[in-house]
């Protein structure tokens, strides 16, 4: 695989979750060789599962405690459509 493509070195100074990532990618391969819907259906509630540990998340809450607390403009609400300038 191309060093553009390195997933790895967050593992680098963790081996115990470098390991077990590695143990989840041998029971995918297995999967996506049996059952490649289950398999792919399987990568798309880890996507989901992993969102609560993302800075995306984070932000994401950082800005729902703003409106909850009267301080987010309409102009910086991400829920509300924004004017087309241009």
Request: glycine share 2%; no cysteine.
């Amino acid at each position: 695989m191309s060093d553009a493509w390195n997933v790895w070195e967050p593992f680098s100074d963790d081996p115990d979750s470098a390991f077990i990532l590695a143990q989840i990618f041998a029971q995918l391969k297995e999967t996506i060789k049996t059952d490649p819907d289950r398999a792919i259906a399987t990568l798309d509630q880890a996507i989901r599962e992993l969102y609560p540990y993302t800075p995306i998340y984070k932000a994401q809450f950082k800005v729902y405690e703003l409106a909850v607390a009267g301080k987010l403009s309409p102009k910086d609400d991400p829920t509300k459509p924004q004017p087309v300038t241009g």
